[in-house]
């Protein structure tokens, strides 16, 4: 007999969604060459209207097909804008109701695109991740089992905190914005983040720190070794296109090794 989980799953997937949706991608770059590392796929309206506006007609029925189309739609955009850098996915743990079999849209889609699966990298939340620790265990040893990168945003903002890492080490961490507003001025959160650092070296983890704005911010988190950054400082999230990458506030600053 067939899983209920699996049978929901499936019946959500072949859902028809009564509504539309495109990407917007923001670049993270690496201060350290000066390179684009991974260009983010952001949820848009067709007429740019705001990831809060689509997200709030999700529902417990249409979100697996939901999530599946976001993932096909990115892979698709990311080909045909010519993405050369890596393509960051976030994705919903709460709609995969089988790891290896909810993947198959994706391994088409970059079958049929040219997209290297090495380059794809899927994100999620630390909220979404503790609804159900086992369930999103197998997630990522089936995403990286497929040759995957995966990614844990936001990370610091959830309950659980560092005690994640002791269960699961993602490929990347993406700091909390709240851990990186006014870092330049805040010595709890640069000792906080010098932590964070010192514990991913050890794991082998990579961190990015997201919604830099400041320059400030930027050389603070530079002299701690950060050097995967994303923000409004670099470039704003481009409408299914690839921004232009504002490099000239980091010139100045003196190269570190990445964290």
């Known amino acids: 007999m067939q899983d209920p989980k699996a049978q929901l799953g499936c019946a959500g997937c072949a859902t028809s969604l009564d509504f539309d949706f495109t990407m917007a991608f923001q670049p993270i770059v690496d201060l350290a060459d000066g390179s684009v590392y991974a260009y983010e796929a952001l ?3 067709l007429d740019s209207e705001s990831a809060a506006s689509i997200l709030a007609k999700v529902t417990e029925t249409n979100r697996f097909a939901f999530d599946q189309l976001c993932r096909m739609r990115a892979v698709d955009l990311g080909a045909r804008l010519g993405i050369a850098a ?15 079999r909810c993947l198959r849209t994706t391994l088409a889609a970059a079958a049929r695109t040219g997209f290297p699966i ?22 990522l040893v089936a995403y990286k089992h497929h040759g995957f990168l995966t990614a844990i945003d936001d990370f610091g903002a ?14 990347i961490i993406k700091l909390d914005r709240e851990l990186i507003r006014g870092i330049d001025g805040d010595r709890p959160r640069q000792a906080i983040v010098a932590g964070i650092l010192g514990i991913c070296r050890m794991l082998g983890i990579k961190v990015i720190a997201e919604g830099i704005e400041r320059a400030a911010e930027m050389a603070t988190l530079r002299s701690l070794g950060v050097t995967l950054m994303q923000g409004y400082l670099f470039a704003r999230p ?16 003196p190269r570190r090794g990445a964290a």
């Open 43 to 45: 949820v848009r309206g």
């Open 86 to 100: 890596r393509l960051s996915i976030n994705f919903m743990p709460n709609a995969v109701y089988e790891p290896d």
């Open 118 to 139: 090495d380059r794809i990298v899927f994100e999620t939340t630390e909220d979404d991740r503790i609804r159900d620790p086992e369930h999103f265990r197998r997630i």
């Open 158 to 171: 959830g309950y659980a905190g560092l005690s994640l890492l002791a269960e699961f080490q993602p490929d």
């Open 238 to 253: 481009a409408f299914e296109a690839l921004p232009p990458v504002d490099f000239a506030a980091a010139q100045a600053l």
